[in-house]
């Protein structure tokens, strides 16, 4: 079993940034394609970004240019640096982990592991 544990969370005002932590346990998680999944009020569970090794990115549009998701040298911790946020970020992040490569990392469907969220809030 894999447990992903996030921290980082925060509230800040618009044009802030934060860094989001993703630490995980139980298993060594460096081969697996790990994601960032977003829960905004009244609104569905959506994608972020992801990460498969330390070069295969994809992120959403909406985050693209202000969100960047990274890996410690361990390549088991994940982070995601913040940049620029905006009112429409709030909503609570989870981390994801997904031991098959899926070609599907948008869906979150795919994944086998998630965190229990942390609570991110941008002021206007």
């Known amino acids: 079993q894999v447990e992903l544990v996030e921290s980082g969370g925060g509230l800040v005002q618009a044009g802030g940034s934060l860094r989001l932590s993703c630490a995980p346990s139980?298993?060594?998680?460096?081969?697996?394609?790990m994601a960032w999944f977003r829960q905004g009020p009244g609104k569905e569970r959506e994608f972020v970004a992801s990460?498969?090794?330390?070069?295969?990115?994809h992120y959403t549009d909406s985050v693209k240019g202000r969100f960047t998701i990274s890996r410690a040298n361990d390549k088991n911790t994940v982070y995601l640096q913040m940049n620029s946020l905006k009112p429409e970020d709030t909503a609570v992040y989870y981390c994801?982990?997904?031991?098959?490569?899926?070609?599907?990392?948008?869906?979150?469907?795919?994944?086998?592991?998630w965190g229990r969220g942390t609570q991110v809030t941008v002021s206007s």
């Open positions: 994801a982990a997904d031991r098959d490569y899926s070609v599907r990392y948008y869906s979150d469907t795919v994944y086998d592991y």
């Open positions: 139980g298993r060594d998680t460096s081969t697996y394609r």
């Open positions: 990460i498969r090794s330390g070069y295969n990115t």
